[in-house]
Each structure stands twice: as C-alpha cells, then as structure tokens.
C-alpha cells in the first residue's frame, strides 16, 4: 500500500478509538431538506435481473451494510443474502466481522489486506478519493452509465443535487454505491420522550420552552422521578434551547457558510450554566455519566426515571412494555426545547439525508467481476429492488390490505425477537443498506406514538440549515492534522463540558480559561480544515 492509505488507516484508527467523543459532531450533517430519491424516481432499465453470470461467486466483504443476522452462522443461512443472490442472479463469496467484534477495526483491517476482495463496505464518501488514490477502489465514473444506470439515473437528477454531491469526490470521482433515506422522517430517530400521564396527574403542559421544562423537572421530581438515559442521546436535546448547538462533544455547525464549534459560542457557556442548575437540583440522574441502555430502561421499569433522550424504536419499547405489564406509564415524544415561545429550536438530533455509507468495488475485482457487481448493485436502485430491500418477499414478510397498506406476517410479529431485529433476517433497510430507506418502513416498525414523536421533534426547528455535511472529504494532510488535532480537542471539551455540567469546573471563572486552552490545542487549525473541506464540498 502507498504511504497515503497508511496515513489514512493511522487516522481511521484514531479516531475510532475516540469513541463517542465526536459521535454528535461532523459525523452527521447536511441539507436535511436538499431531498432524498423515494420510489417515485424514474430511471432507464436496460437490464433484466435475475441476470445471467456464469464465473466464480464473487468476493464481497460487508459490515453493517447487508450484515448477517445472529441467528444464522453463513449466508448460505441467510434468508436475506439468498434472495440478493437470486434476485440479482449473481453469487457472493460473503465475508463479515466476527460476531461481537469491532467493526470499525474489522473494516480497517480488511482494508489493510494485500488480497482485498471484489466489493466491500461500509466505507464513508469522505474517504473515498484517497481509497482511489491509494489503488484500494475504482472510479466507478465510466462504468455507471454503461452497466449501473439506475443509479446513474439517480445521481444525475436534479432533485438529487445533495446526493450526487455526497457521492461525487472533491475531483469528481465517485467510488461508492450509496445510501440514503426517502426523507427526513428516517434521518431525525431520535429525541426527548417524557411519561405524560405524570405531567396529566400534576396538570402540567407539554413543554416548549426552557421556562416550560423547568416546571416539567420539578412535576417529575415529585413524583420521584427524574431524567435518565445515555449521556449521547441526553446531551443533545437542551441544548436546543440555548443555541449554538449545544451539547457536551464536539459540536461542528454551519452558520451562513462559516463553519462554527458550538462550545467556543457564549450560548454554551449559558447552556453549561443551566445545565449546572439542574444537575445540582437533581433533575439529572448522576448515573447518566456512565448509564448504558440496559440500566435507563432499568430504572424507567422501577419508576426512577420520568425524561428519556433517545430513539424512536424506545417509544415503542417504553409503549409495549406499558400494553403488556399494565404498568400505567404513557409515553410521547415531546418537542425540542426553545428559548422563547413561537421559536424554532436551533438543534435536533439530525443526521443528513444522505447518510454517508456505501459499497464500493476494490481493484482485486476483474473486469468481468465489475460489470457484474455494478449490475447487481444496480438492482437496489430498480422500484423491485428497492422495495425488497425495504420490506423482503411479499408473503413472506409482509402482506398488503386492500387498502395497500402493509401489513406483518405472523412470522415476524411472532417471532423470537422484536419486529425490528426480525425483519434484518430478511431486509436491511431497518438500518443502513445500498438505495434509499423508505419512511413507510420506519414507520411500519414502530407504533404511532413513536411516529408522532418524530413529527413533533422534526416539525419545528432550523437545525437542518446548520447541520455539516456528512458527505464532506479531507485530503491526506488535513487527515492527518484534523485526527492529531481532534484527538486532543474532543477529549477536552467532553471532560470539561462534563465537569461544567457537575460543577468539579466553575463556568463563571474557568470559561475563559477553558477557550484559552482550546486555542493552544490547535482549535482555530481544526476549524480551517473543517471551512476548507465545506468550500470543496460546495464547488462538487
């Protein structure tokens, strides 16, 4: 491998060890509203699947994209990879993580192999035009329009203008089949969900505001309740309140162009302020540094905890575990906070549309295998294709009404698992795939308090003219610089905004310190490269 793919790797695997320290920063972004292809999109078909491939199964690697379930030990099991392989006609030599291993180390060290196989993925657009340059991937640009043209199609449409950015390269190359969602429904999962019947018992209102949340602490408080959940779902959804984004990572954002971190904005600093409030009030569960999914629902079971930050599919947990334990508890989504009454939320929890994952084709794959494979692909961008992906094997998965609206087969409402973890066994779309997720799909899993939630949290805010692209690449150095930068900076600010938040830091005295210190760690820098990356994405 070239010197670049091994400075790459370095910083791959630098910033996969920093965990969740950026996980709310430039890991997701972008045009919510550029729009995403859903069914409707019309494309040339010149290609009849299953077709017709007479060589060798084809070696393909996989990640989270087209997993394999844990029920089953090969995808010869595999109900979902059998028919990929029978609808598209072509036969995979599949390869996974080990089960319960690191994927983010399995991808890197996959890609890290003199043998690399035909196809693998996930791989992220920011870093394919180094993949290509390094001899890893292909520029597939030439061989789109001759053997993928529905995807062709696609990333050519002017509806599509977001997509095709996040796809193309800085030099306009493109290396990956993609992802996307049908809209931003799919993208906005998650956000802050509160037990009603206890605001109904205390005759207090959904809240809105900052002021309004306030009365919502102190109603949940009496009845020995409080705000439980994970740190990286909770630390986003007050922060909306204060702007700035803030939150306790991390926080890249665009403001009219200029590419901002949310916590060097004096709104943090009031953020941390409240936040300090209302930890001291006990309105916070001080298990929250260290809580885990397993305990919040825990404590949500024993009647601890009243306020949850999280996704939609807790809803519906939190709503059937209530249907079959008669425990009383009614749960909704409820808006992300605002400042002022009438004022749009400046965060949500927002990923972009265009979520970033992908397939691309490796240079181990012969001319053959990549007509093959840029077919086979193709297949997930046909209205047949995608609606597999999406649902399964109408009959086997799913029926429709005669209203044409779908309905779950006993086998998977029945099943061993949860509706969600039951269809991956036959579709990929519950998480990421190649095509778009359908939002009839996410609201299909889950119950209609659960998509209400996302209607409330999605319906008044302006985050997603905010939000920093995810499709935005660096090149080698500003890789190198950005993960020796941010491997200091996010632990810093994650520490601080958490000893702001408990008080061991006073925000009143120590802020200025704390942005003094940001500016020797090389801040300023870090935001040079994140502005430069934003133009080049812009000029795509």
């Known amino acids: 491998m070239k010197k670049q793919f ?38 040339p078909e010149t290609f009849t699947y299953p077709m017709e491939y007479d060589g060798d199964p084809v070696t393909i690697f996989v990640n989270d994209l087209f997993a394999l379930h844990k029920s089953y030990t090969s995808a010869d099991e595999s109900p979902l990879h059998i028919g990929i392989e029978e609808h598209t006609g072509l ?40 993949y290509i340059e390094d001899g890893v991937l292909i520029d597939l640009t ?51 969900m509160l037990r009603k019947d206890i605001l109904d018992k205390e005759g207090v209102d959904i809240p809105e505001t900052i002021a309004d949340w306030e009365e919502v602490f102190e109603a949940m408080k009496r009845n020995g309740l409080n705000t439980v959940g994970e740190l990286g779902n909770f630390d986003i959804f007050l922060g909306s309140g204060f702007g700035a984004y803030g939150t306790f990572s991390k926080q890249i954002y665009v403001d009219n162009g200029e590419v901002k971190i949310a916590q060097m904005q ?26 885990d999914d397993a305990t919040m629902k825990s404590k949500v079971a024993n009647n601890t905890g009243g306020i949850v930050a999280g996704a939609m599919s807790r809803i519906t ?45 490796t240079t181990a794959a012969t001319e053959e295998e990549i007509e093959a494979l840029c077919r086979a692909f193709d297949w997930f961008y046909t209205e ?27 086998a998977l409402l029945n099943g061993a698992e949860p509706l969600r973890e039951e269809i991956t066994k036959y579709a990929t779309m519950a998480g990421a795939s190649l095509g778009w997720q359908r939002t009839e799909l996410v609201k299909a899993l889950n119950v209609p308090q659960a998509v209400d939630a996302v209607e409330t949290w999605r319906a008044n805010q302006v985050a997603a003219e905010h939000l920093y692209p995810a499709g935005v690449s660096f090149t080698v150095e500003e890789q190198d610089d950005k993960a020796n930068y941010e491997s200091v900076i996010d632990t810093y600010i994650k520490e601080c905004a958490l000893k702001f938040m408990t008080g061991e830091m006073d925000i009143d005295t120590e802020y200025d310190a704390f942005l003094q210190q940001l500016d020797e760690i090389k801040i300023n820098e870090l935001i040079d490269i994140y502005q430069a990356g934003y133009d080049r994405f812009n000029a795509r």
């Open 91 to 130: 036969d995979f030599d599949w390869s996974f993580p080990p089960l319960g291993s690191d994927t983010t180390q399995a991808l890197n060290l996959e890609l890290a192999k003199s043998d690399l196989p035909a196809a693998i993925g996930n791989l992220k657009p920011k870093d394919v035009e180094l």
């Open 384 to 410: 047949e294709g995608n609606y597999y992906i999406n649902f399964g094997e109408e009959g086997v998965t799913h029926t429709r009404d005669a209203d044409g609206n779908l309905v779950w087969t006993d």
């Open 266 to 291: 004096p709104e943090w600093k009031e953020y941390m302020t409240k936040m300090n409030e209302w930890y001291e009030a006990g309105y916070i569960d001080p298990d929250i540094l260290t809580m």
């Open 6 to 43: 091994s400075v790459l790797l370095t910083s791959l695997l630098v910033i996969s060890m920093l965990g969740s320290c950026s996980d709310t920063g430039d890991s997701s972004g972008g045009t919510a509203d550029n729009g995403g292809a859903g069914s409707d999109v019309s494309a």
């Open 142 to 192: 030439e061989y789109l329009p001759k053997y993928a043209p529905n995807y062709w199609a696609i990333l050519n449409d002017p509806a599509n203008e977001h997509i095709r950015q996040t796809y193309t390269t800085d030099s306009g190359q493109i290396g990956l089949f993609g992802f996307w969602r049908e809209d931003d429904f799919g993208a906005v999962w998650r956000g802050p």
């Open 317 to 361: 947990y939190f709503v059937q575990e209530a249907e079959n334990t008669g425990n009383g508890q009614e749960w909704v989504g409820v808006p992300f906070p605002s400042e002022a009454e009438g004022e749009p939320a400046c965060q949500i929890w927002l990923e972009d549309v265009a979520r970033g994952d992908g397939i691309g084709i």
